[in-house]
């Protein structure tokens, strides 16, 4: 079996607006083989940077496009084919938007193999720990504390037993801050969790104080506080903070996580699949984070493709390793619509991983061409 031909979806909302949700575009690759079996995966990115990536021309040995690199290549051998694309993408690449755009074809090339075996991804990681995730409902923070109440009541009205609210009007006075975070825990009572992402707003003295802040409503963890390169910042914030740090979303690859954990300290890794390296680097970080003795819980704010990548990674992990799911509420068909089975909340606050082969999910062909940029 060979590779064809990758090919890429542009897909955005008819509305973008200028804020932290990342269900408003995505970029969809498929991978095709000569025994028409495709794999399908997300590079969650700017989409008009992954898609040159994936099809810019050679320019020499070390700075060429995915698809140049892959065609009539093998799709099993997904070790070497990410090896392969790291080094060819050299000169421009080893992080940042490059290292989004392998994991999406990576995620591809997995989704392959389980279709290939017959079996879904986790059975291929080798462990089937859990068929459900517990998640966690993941929103952006309204503008009064009030609405905040409201919101997370709604939530745990549908049925999640946690929530996360970030970025949104958080970050711009402290005693609102504090006053978001009361009503989160108002909200929660005392049996539910609540999970505050500040969105990078932060130095690390500031964090400081306002984690002793917040202590006292128990938060599982506080997400980002401080800028993504700050690592002096994160390790004197993780060595006095009365709260768990968690950390990752924009890290690439095991270097980058590396220095995370090392220098920085954070309790809790976040590697998003679809940007860190795709399965196979998120494979090699799982075992990293044991290694340190760090919790793993994936960053998954996109579309369908990603959430059930995050699923088939986790119901690979024990619980006590990777405890939740992130799971996008604000509205957008791009994660409500795009695959088929759709995303979906069970009674008890959990999601089922799908067993299908591969990812177990297809997209929906009228989606995919509703918002189809190019």
Known sequence: MKITNVECHYLRLPQVEAIASGVQDALIVVVHTDDGITGIGEVDSSPAVGKAIVEAPMSHSLATGFRHLLIGEDPLERERLWRKLYDGTYYFGRRGAVIHALSGIDMALWDIAGKVAGQPIHRLLGASYRDRVVAYGSVLFPDAPEEAYEKACRLFEEGFTAVKFGWGGFGKDWKRDLAFVRALRDAAGEEREIFIDAGMCWDAPTAIRMAEEMA????????????ADDWEGYRLLTSRSPIPIAAGEEETTRYGFRDLMERGGVSIIQPDLSRCGGITEGWKLAFLAELYGRRIVPHAFSTGVLLATSLQFLAALPESRAPFLEFPQEPSPLFSELTDPAPSLQSDGTVLVPNGPGLG??????????????
Do not use: F, G, K, M
């Open 361 to 374: 999910v297809e997209l929906r062909e009228d989606v995919l061409r509703r918002y189809q940029v190019s």
């Open 216 to 227: 006292s409503y128990r938060p599982y963890w506080l997400e980002e506080p401080l800028n």
